[in-house]
């Protein structure tokens, strides 16, 4: 019996990977969600989150509530593409701290690949507060390098400059422009086949 084990042996590892274990594609995206909300838009995919920031030291005075929530989509109109980023900081008093986002300076995005995207905020929508929740907006145009950058690598970090000083953030999902990105060029392609 004990002659058999080495040819046993021999014929696992002969046979191919793909006979043991199951092969599964290697380029999952989630499903493109899209969003009607802005009738004048012609594209605009919902928003997703990009990073939510609880530092520890908060936690016993923000025991379920993040301190930070950026979320961010992406949407076309007059084939032009635009970056929508939502800042929403879970204190009243966060223009007091910050300010406002500077509309004269450039937004920073780091990608995983090292390359630094410089984009220009073109709409700065005024800071509300609703529940104890301060919101800030901001639309930045994409030119067709950014797009393209933001297609084939993740987000690092996202920088930008308030009233009262340069910020960065680490991002924490990093593909979430990736895939809308990738969503605007599926739909751009089958409108243009029709």
């Known amino acids: 019996m004990n002659h058999f084990i080495p040819l046993?042996?021999?014929?696992?590892?002969?046979?191919?990977?793909?006979?043991?274990?199951?092969?599964?594609p290697t380029s999952f995206a989630p499903p493109c969600r899209w969003s009607n909300d802005l009738p004048k838009i012609q594209r605009a995919?919902?928003?997703d989150t990009l990073l939510k920031y609880r530092p520890a030291e908060l936690q016993p005075w923000l025991p379920a509530t993040p301190l930070l929530t950026i979320?961010?989509?992406?949407?076309?109109?007059?084939?032009?593409?635009?970056?929508?980023?939502?800042?929403?900081?879970?204190?009243?008093?966060?223009?007091?701290?910050?300010?406002?986002?500077?509309?004269?300076?450039?937004?920073?995005?780091?990608?995983?690949?090292?390359?630094?995207?410089?984009?220009?905020?073109?709409?700065?929508?005024?800071?509300?507060?609703?529940?104890?929740?301060?919101?800030?907006?901001?639309?930045?145009?994409l030119n067709e390098h950014a797009l393209s950058a933001l297609r084939l690598h993740g987000i690092d970090k996202i920088g930008l400059f308030w009233e009262t000083g340069y910020e960065e953030y680490d991002v924490r999902y990093v593909d979430v422009l990736r895939n809308q990105a990738r969503?605007?060029?599926?739909?751009?392609?089958?409108?243009?086949?029709k």
Not at 17 to 24: C, D, G, M, V
Not at 86 to 98: E, G, K
């Open 45 to 47: 995919l919902a928003f």
């Open 8 to 24: 046993i042996i021999t014929l696992l590892i002969a046979l191919p990977l793909s006979a043991q274990t199951h092969s599964y």
């Open 183 to 193: 969503c605007l060029q599926l739909t751009s392609k089958k409108t243009s086949k």
């Open 71 to 141: 979320t961010a989509r992406l949407y076309q109109q007059s084939s032009k593409t635009y970056l929508q980023l939502r800042f929403a900081f879970a204190v009243p008093q966060a223009q007091t701290y910050y300010g406002r986002i500077m509309t004269n300076y450039l937004v920073r995005i780091i990608l995983l690949n090292g390359e630094k995207i410089y984009l220009p905020v073109v709409r700065n929508y005024p800071p509300s507060t609703l529940s104890a929740t301060t919101h800030y907006q901001i639309d930045l145009q």
